[in-house]
């Protein structure tokens, strides 16, 4: 009982010593404002660079992620330029337009093989029904029958568009629950009559709501025949067409992707030693065309941080060696009525490991509130990137542990005779 009691007492001294020295490590980072914040602000524009380029590319990613529902179920697409590209002219701008001839060629030889789906769009189109308008950034799209089902849509009412509309080029439209909601909120639509970039089309089905994509809402469109849209917005055949190609299981799909990038090629007349003039990707190579653009920015970013880390590291030691030196009085003091080497150490080396961490800290909630900022001003969804964070933390604890070491070796070091005189 009594061994008990006698060590209970002894852990709770033990506390109070280590509460002791938090607090006068606190105290001396307090006492010395403007050397602290100076450490605090290279540590923390270390952390933000990296922080704030993960959180953007998290935020980027996941909207990918999300984004690419729009494709169907064991799909792949096939354009005239690469999907993420800022400037593809620079480089692909002599490949031939894909025409609707050659497209519709392309989807009678694919055959039973696969769904193919042509389509064609312009945004910034306003529609309207009486008095009612939308916005003027709807999308007009020119399809036809697979459309549904190669960008993952599903009919909620009516019908959607047949073979034979886009044979005949009929006047009739399917139009999304956002465009549905905006010209028609108390009335059922199926049957009247919209106007979209000043022409008349037939409502015949109303497409279930899908969300947003990218920032962008994905039920914000009209979509009509693909021979009534070449018709009406001018180029006649000759505007350049995308093709989404929908394989009948995943299993299929590579199978069915060699055999269409085959029949492409022969559409375009190409030779077997001629390169492909015209680009096949899937939700796959979009992730990895994307992963490896974020991996370039990311491997720079690291390189900024690393750079400015090692210099708020140096900064850290730097700071704390001249605490040491200037507190080397304190230091034989506390020495001469019993402070252990272990209890200066342990105070020196609380002091630079808090200097990093809050330096850290503030480096992450910028490195965030940074990162969000451009995502929202790109339309992405915010994101906080919690690993990136804590890695964060990590390395700056770590960062005050190895640069505060030395400093704190010294003053654990001192002879307090000597440091007693030291003026």
């Known amino acids: 009982m009594v061994g008990e009691q006698t060590r209970s007492r002894g852990g709770v001294a033990l506390r109070m010593i280590y509460f002791e020295i938090l607090r006068l490590a606190f105290s001396s980072l307090w006492t010395n404002k403007l050397r602290s914040s100076l450490t605090i602000f290279g540590m923390s524009i270390g952390v933000f660079s990296i922080i704030g380029v993960m959180t953007f590319i998290a935020g980027a990613k996941a909207q990918l992620d999300s984004g690419l529902s729009r494709l169907g179920a064991n799909s792949f697409q096939i354009q005239r330029f690469p999907a993420l590209m800022s400037n593809p002219w620079q480089r692909y701008g002599n490949r031939p337009e894909i025409k609707l001839p050659a497209a519709q060629r392309f989807k009678d030889l694919m055959g039973e093989t696969a769904k193919v789906n042509l389509q064609i769009r312009r945004g910034g189109i306003i529609a309207s029904y009486l008095d009612r308008r939308t916005t003027p950034n709807m999308r007009l799209v020119g399809t036809d029958d697979n459309f549904l089902s190669s960008s993952n849509f ?172 200037e507190r080397t009085k304190e230091i034989g003091i506390r020495k001469s009525i019993g402070a252990r080497k272990k209890n200066i150490l342990f105070q020196f080396l609380i002091e630079a490991v808090v200097l990093a961490l809050i330096g850290g800290f503030v480096g992450v909630v910028l490195g965030v509130v940074g990162g969000n900022a451009v995502s929202s001003l790109m339309n992405i969804d915010m994101i906080f990137p919690w690993g990136w964070a804590i890695a964060g933390m990590a390395v700056c604890g770590g960062i005050g542990v190895v640069f505060g070491l030395y400093p704190a070796w010294k003053a654990a070091s001192l002879d307090p005779i000597e440091a007693l005189r030291h003026e």
């Open 154 to 325: 599903e009919i909620a009412r009516g019908r959607n568009l047949g073979a034979e509309d886009v044979a005949l080029g009929r006047s009739v439209c399917i139009i999304g629950d956002e465009v549905a909601k905006k010209l028609f909120p108390d009335v059922d639509p199926l049957g009247l009559v919209v106007r979209a970039g000043g022409q008349m089309y037939t409502v015949i089905g109303l497409v279930a709501p899908k969300g947003t994509s990218f920032g962008e809402s994905q039920d914000d469109f009209i979509a009509i025949p693909i021979t009534r849209w070449l018709a009406v917005m001018g180029g006649g055949m000759w505007r350049t067409i995308s093709i989404n190609v929908q394989a009948p299981s995943q299993e299929l799909l590579p199978a069915v992707q060699d055999t269409a990038v085959g029949v492409m090629r022969q559409v375009r007349g190409l030779e077997p030693e001629d390169e492909n003039n015209f680009e096949v990707f899937t939700n796959d190579s979009l992730i990895a065309t994307f992963q490896n653009v974020t991996n370039m920015v990311a491997i720079g970013s690291f390189g900024v941080s690393a750079i400015a880390l090692l210099a708020a590291g140096v900064g850290v030691m730097n700071i704390m060696l001249v605490s040491v030196t």
